[in-house]
């Protein structure tokens, strides 16, 4: 990997991270507990529990996707960095734009079936 190549994928992994702090933070504010309001039924409110959960779960994945890509970066000027870790060859650049916090190549994501 190129100066360059690594420069770019800096800037992609700031822009992501500041992406998913914000989706996080707004998250955060939806995931207040909710007020009991007693002009809502019974129904209303298992409705609101619902969109809740996925709330819940959206942003478990964003925080679990922050830390990968702030791990990334860290981790962008060691040797290791966009190598596979099953087949030690070059993850392709393409996909590190794509998903910077990559550890394998397409084939052995393929292969690990992951
Ligand atoms: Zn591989």
Not at 34 to 53: A, F, P, R, T, Y
Not at 76 to 94: A, H, S
């Amino acid at each position: 990997m190129t100066q360059q190549e690594k420069e770019e994928l800096k800037n992609i992994i700031q822009t992501e991270i500041t992406a998913l702090a914000d989706e996080i933070a707004s998250l955060e504010d939806v995931l207040k507990p909710i007020k009991k309001d007693c002009s809502l039924d019974s129904i209303d409110h298992k409705m609101l529990k619902q969109d809740q959960n996925i709330n819940i779960q959206r942003y478990e994945v964003a925080k679990q996707r922050l830390n990968r890509l702030k791990a990334a970066y860290l981790n962008i000027d060691n040797t290791e960095y966009g190598i596979c870790q099953e087949c030690e060859e070059d993850i392709n650049i393409e996909r590190l734009k794509l998903i910077p916090e990559s550890k394998y190549c397409v084939s052995c994501m393929n292969e690990l079936g992951l």
